[in-house]
């Protein structure tokens, strides 16, 4: 596990290496993950963006924002329930929102 610090270092190259390599932030449970998917369909970017939040990683919001800036392209868009996805299939158990 990297500081914040380590992820402020080289932010572009963070957002790269967290784009490639599809690594999102594993959510401590399935429904926040579900959550995340949700937004993510309805609002490109914006679980994405908590999802960076909750697990304190810059590269995912900057990725949210990235996503929701390309979302009028429908790229962006595209991309935000392809992140949602893998968001929620990495979460952890379940319990109730």
Do not use: H
């Amino acid at each position: 596990s990297r500081s914040r610090t380590a992820n402020m270092s080289n932010p572009c190259g963070e957002v790269w290496s967290e784009i490639t390599q599809q690594d999102v932030p594993k959510v401590d449970t399935k429904s926040f993950g579900l959550l995340c998917f949700i937004l993510n369909i309805f609002f490109p970017g914006i679980g994405s963006i908590v999802a960076g939040l909750k697990g304190d990683k810059t590269s995912t919001m900057i990725v949210g924002v990235l996503q929701f800036v390309t979302s009028w392209f429908i790229l962006g868009w595209i991309w935000s329930i392809w992140w949602g996805w893998l968001i929620y299939s990495k979460s952890g158990g379940f319990s109730p929102l």
